[in-house]
T-cell receptor, first 116, second 116 residues
């Protein structure tokens, strides 16, 4: 079945540091890939997505590139802020022609803490 | 901006009691989902719902669970006889089909269920 593996956390950085959170996946066919963010006390918010190989998703300074050859979708940000402190989830869903009706499969989440 | 809403935000119940968690999806969306997140663990898919029937369900979604869209706006998850291990955050999500089969899922803020 489909699965998503994220790097072990938690991750603690100083403000303006470079962020990478690794995500690799196992799936048949051509999944769509997502990063969701969960701020303290809130629900899941879509951060960015990519629906085909070599697509780059970007939002709020975050980027991730869909790499089919390495089955990866690593999240990066050049300069993190205290307000980026949250839990980040990598997720996938089957692409067009699949039968999963959009079921999302999530990674275990990575806690990011950014200090001033 | 339209959003998914969920009520209640918190619910405490006794083991063996029935609970109903309520969700109001985004109004023009057609696919509806429930997920849960046990404290410290992954977000897990429970069920998807389309055209007034279940599209897919996970092995977690046993006979104690049911979903319903009782009117044009609400989407509910019922747990018939709660167990201690049902304690979790329950998220509702909705999505709208587009030219691509699966569109982004938008999540509600969650209902935290505590079974005593």
């Amino acid at each position: 079945g489909n699965s998503v593996t994220q790097m072990e956390g938690p991750v603690t950085l100083s403000e303006e540091a470079f962020l990478t959170i690794n995500c690799t996946y196992t799936a048949t066919g051509y999944p769509s890939l997502f990063w969701y963010v969960q701020y303290p006390g809130e629900g899941l918010q879509l951060l960015l997505k990519a629906t085909k190989a070599d697509d780059k998703g970007s939002n709020k300074g975050f980027e991730a590139t869909y790499r089919k050859e390495t089955t990866s979708f690593h999240l990066e940000k050049g300069s993190v802020q205290v307000s980026d402190s949250a839990v980040y989830f990598c997720a996938l869903t089957k692409g067009a022609g699949g039968t999963s009706y959009g079921k999302l499969t999530f990674g275990q989440g990575t806690i990011l803490t950014v200090h001033p | 901006e339209p959003e998914v809403t969920q009520t209640p935000s918190h619910q405490v119940t006794q083991m063996g009691q029935e609970v109903i968690l309520r969700c109001v999806p985004i109004s023009n969306h057609l696919y509806f989902y429930w997920y849960r997140q046990i404290l410290g663990q992954k977000v897990e898919f429970l069920v998807s719902f389309y055209n007034n029937e279940i599209s897919e369900k996970s092995e977690i979604f046993d006979d104690q669970f049911s979903v319903e869209r009782p009117d044009g706006s609400n989407f509910t998850l019922k747990i018939r006889s709660t167990k201690l291990e049902d304690s979790a955050m329950y998220f509702c999500a909705s999505s709208a089909p587009s030219g691509v089969v699966f569109e982004t899922q938008y999540f509600g803020p969650g209902t935290r269920l505590l079974v005593l």
